[in-house]
């Protein structure tokens, strides 16, 4: 019988000193674990302000390796606790060559997999085209005592192909460290419905997918650097667990907040015997999927 | 510069006579009409009551050739209108050989595009896998004078993949004639759920695809042919229209309703260029979307 999973959602303001988040995680981690939780998942980039909000060079100091100083002090609190972790790191790979990735901790403290974000977003605000170099390793599972893992990151869950790829690897439970919110100037008008969207989006993949669906964000007003007074990004918060019939388990407000949330993975079977989604893809006619774009009039 | 297009939703209860259905789905289409409508869709198989409850081959009576009795109704009022319409047909290909599916007219009354629904579905009081050969037509597009619309049908609508790859193809608006209902014993414990889930798969088809999308269900208790004594369906309505970012623009309730909708389909390029997801998709690792399934070791 599959196991009921307690997933732990840590959901922080960020400072510029990366140590400090380092530390305060690792002490939320513990509090996760103490009220039950065995699988964490953290916010993207967890250690560092989220310095994508301008390209300057300056900010790859902040990269680290894998293995590194994330890892090591996620790793020693894995083990410590007996559970799992989902840690994002600004992956200094080679000389120059950086990635958005996370890395799946397993109880033991030891790396289980790496997975480097492949959909890489560039908007104003978001130019992490500029450090990130899109992932190379595909998609991946993590199998974890406490359920496989999809492990995802931000801007994958706008695609649809990315949680049918990891759920189509047995994924149960798919992870979405992210950071996402608010310009100040487009809060009042667009805010409620980008923040809609996104939430749709990820139930979206549970619902399709018969899975679990995991998303942490960031919270906290951080300016950006340089920028006029006013200028910067209001993380939106709202983390939150659904099940996979896109029920939303648990969600959390605008401020810190440590979620723990039971996951019945049992439910996907039940789930899947009525919405047998999987049993009628016709793989037959998916060839366009790997076109950029099939269309051939399309400029009206 | 892109129009902005009045789509048309006939939302009807049906009766046991196809002549009935076919005369008072015309009426419709005119108010829709009257009302601005430029591109109607109607309800799946709006032609009989929604037969599938059970598997008896008198049934498949009902079907008629494509064109056939159903599109000629419509044919002559899509020209007297000046119309675009989406049409439903239990389509009789050949002897012993029908599909679920549904024509697109133009106005002049011509049969632009022919659609087959490709995922077919077998639950429960929806075993269409009995009656409906999948299609081998794959997934289209039909230019009209007022968009291009991708036809899909009802159960296509759990599938990105569908969605996907007729935004590939340039569609603006996406049509889903719908039969979808709560089975009495299931209405209160799970039917709010249901409901929710229809609804959020739609609107992150339009999300994820900045496109438009309609979905068009019938409404009406159709008790189950031979059944016992309140055995049957509840068709839930609740037919909408929702726009580029998943925002629901109407949504009918529970009962026969007419909606017209305005689609400024110059949203889509507004929407797509903040929220440029056709720009990153991973097509260089998509290629397990045309798998049954991946993963190796899932019993558990």
Redesign the interface.
């Known amino acids: 019988m599959?196991p009921v999973v307690h997933v732990g959602l840590v959901q922080l303001a960020t400072s510029e000193d990366p140590d400090e988040n380092r530390r305060r995680t690792v002490q939320h981690v513990h509090q996760a674990a103490r009220r039950g939780a065995q699988l964490v998942c953290l916010q993207e980039l967890f250690a560092s302000r989220y310095f994508c909000q301008v390209e300057d060079p300056t900010w790859f100091d902040l990269a680290e390796s894998v293995p590194g100083p994330s890892t090591h002090a996620l790793s020693e609190a894995a083990r410590q606790l007996g559970i799992a972790i989902v840690v994002p790191v600004f992956e200094r790979r080679a000389v120059g060559l950086y990635h958005n990735s996370c890395v799946v901790l397993g109880p033991d403290g030891a790396q289980l997999t790496l997975y480097r974000k492949?959909?890489?977003?560039d908007?104003p605000q978001y130019q992490e085209k500029f450090y990130f170099t899109?992932g190379d390793l595909?998609?991946r599972?993590c199998?974890t005592p406490f359920g496989?893992v999809g492990p995802l990151i931000c801007?994958d869950q706008?695609?649809?192909?990315?949680a049918?790829?990891v759920a189509?690897?047995?994924a149960q439970i798919l992870t979405y460290p992210t950071a996402i919110g608010w310009l100040p100037e487009e809060k009042a008008s667009d805010g409620a419905?980008q923040l809609?969207?996104w939430r749709?989006?990820h139930?979206?993949h549970a619902?399709?997918n018969g899975v679990f669906v995991v998303a942490v964000n960031r919270v906290g007003f951080e300016p950006k650097p340089g920028g006029a007074f006013g200028e910067g990004i209001e993380f939106w918060g709202h983390s939150f667990v659904c099940d996979p019939?896109?029920?939303v388990l648990a969600e959390a407000g605008e401020g810190e907040e440590v979620l723990v949330v039971a996951c019945d993975l049992g439910r996907s079977e039940a789930v899947r015997r009525?919405?047998?989604?999987?049993r009628?893809?016709?793989?037959d006619?998916?060839?366009?999927?790997?076109?950029?774009?099939?269309?051939?009039?399309?400029v009206?």
């Not at 706008?158 to 990315?162: F, G, K, S």
């Open positions: 599959a492949m959909h890489v977003p908007d899109p595909g998609f599972v199998p496989r801007w706008w695609y649809p192909e990315a049918r790829l189509l690897r047995g419905t809609r969207a749709t989006m139930r979206s619902i399709a019939q896109g029920v009525w919405w047998p989604f999987f009628d893809r016709r793989i006619h998916y060839g366009g999927l790997m076109e950029r774009w099939v269309g051939d009039e399309e009206s």
